[in-house]
């Protein structure tokens, strides 16, 4: 979970979702945070309408999510890395299957950095 934000802190809105849909690119927006309850959290950009986020998530509430919050570019720069990194690695074993032929040692490897990973959390 994420650090809850603070009344009057600057944060980053990314448009996504059907917001960043038929050519309209991806931007990080500054909105500053107005509001903070326990599941909540509200934030806006200059004089527009407030929009309600999840504290848990930082994304837009509501059935279409049209943003999620970033603490700064960098932390957007590094979601899209991991996203990218995912990507590949689903595509190296797509259908079950070695695409890139690794050896059976460096699978176990693989499969090892990975429970590494999950317990880290913990």
């Known amino acids: 979970m994420r650090e809850k934000p603070k009344i009057g802190q600057i944060l980053y809105s990314l448009n996504v979702g059907n917001a960043a849909r038929y050519g ?3 931007k990080l927006t500054p909105v500053t ?3 903070v309850g326990r599941k909540y959290f509200y934030c806006k950009v200059g004089n527009y309408l407030e929009t309600q986020y999840h504290l848990k998530t930082w994304e837009e509430t509501g059935q279409n999510i049209g943003s999620v919050l970033y603490l700064n570019a960098e ?3 590094d979601a899209k890395e991991a996203d990218r990194i ?3 690695i689903a595509k190296s074993f797509g259908s079950n299957q070695n695409m ?5 040692k460096t699978l176990q490897d693989i499969e090892k950095l990975i429970l590494i990973g999950e317990n880290d959390g913990e």
Do not use: H, S
């Open 86 to 88: 995912c990507y590949f």
């Open 100 to 104: 890139k032929d690794l050896n059976f």
């Open 24 to 26: 309209r690119e991806q």
């Open 33 to 35: 945070v107005t509001k």
């Open 75 to 77: 932390e957007w720069e």
